[in-house]
C-alpha cells in the first residue's frame, strides 16, 4: 500500500469523545498518475451490535432511542435500532461488547450469539467498524428492566416486534439505521434456507 498511499500531513481538527483529523495523501491512480487527496476522518473505535431475536415466537427486540445527527438532517430522531456500542479500548472483544449492551439496553443476557459479518457503514469518514451479531432472547433471558446508562445519556425505549413487521418497516421507512436493516435482512435470508 505504501506504493500507492503516502501520508503527506494530519492536522487535529477536534479531540473530544473521538478524534477528527484532516489528512493529505499523496494517491497513485491506477494510470500512475499521483493526486493530492485531502480527507477529514472522524476515529472513535469500533463497536459491537446484536440482534435479539425470539425464534419459538418470531419476534425481535429493538430499541428506540433519540440520535441528534438525524435531526440535524430534518429526520425522525427516535430511531429504532438493535442493541449495539463501542468496544472499551484495548480490552473488550466484540461478541461480549454486543451481549454487555444487549443487557444494559434490553436488560437480556442473549444466548446462542453468533457472528453475522463486520462492516464498516460509513468508511469515506469514519473509522468506526462494526461487528454484527444475532442472539436469542425469551422470559427466561430478561436480568432486569433494561433502559440504557442514564450516565451516558441513554433514554432507550424497547420496543417487541413480529420479525414480519420489523422487516415492513425497512420498506415504509420506520427503520432507517444501516446496521439494523443489515441484520434484519441477514435474518430473514438465514430463515430461507
Not at 480527507?39 to 435479539?52: F, I
Not at 425522525?76 to 435500532?81: F, G, S
Not at 444466548?111 to 462492516?119: K, L
Not at 420496543?159 to 439494523?180: Q, W
Request: charged residues 25%.
Amino acid at each position: 500500500m505504501q506504493d500507492r498511499i503516502k501520508v503527506v500531513a494530519v492536522e487535529t481538527l477536534a479531540k473530544g469523545w473521538g478524534l477528527l483529523t484532516s489528512t493529505s495523501i499523496d494517491f497513485r491512480r491506477r494510470d500512475g498518475a499521483v493526486q493530492r487527496l485531502v480527507r477529514e476522518v472522524y476515529d472513535h473505535g469500533n463497536a459491537a451490535a446484536l440482534l435479539l431475536h425470539d425464534p419459538a415466537r418470531d419476534t425481535v427486540l429493538l430499541v428506540r432511542q433519540f440520535r441528534y445527527p438525524p435531526m440535524l438532517n430534518a429526520d425522525q430522531p427516535d430511531l429504532l435500532e438493535v442493541c449495539a456500542g463501542l468496544l472499551d479500548p484495548g480490552d473488550d472483544h466484540p461478541e461480549q461488547a454486543a451481549a454487555r449492551e444487549a443487557l444494559e439496553e434490553t436488560g437480556h443476557a442473549p444466548r446462542a450469539i453468533r457472528h453475522v459479518c463486520d462492516a464498516y457503514m460509513s468508511p469515506g469518514s469514519l473509522t468506526e467498524k462494526v461487528s454484527l451479531f444475532i442472539g436469542n432472547y425469551d422470559e427466561t433471558t430478561r436480568r432486569h428492566a433494561g433502559g440504557g446508562v442514564v450516565a451516558e445519556g441513554e433514554d432507550i425505549e424497547l420496543v417487541e416486534l413480529p420479525m414480519a413487521e420489523a422487516l415492513a418497516m425497512i420498506g415504509d421507512g420506520r427503520i432507517v439505521d444501516a446496521k439494523t436493516i443489515l441484520l434484519l435482512q441477514h435474518l430473514a435470508l438465514e430463515r430461507l434456507g
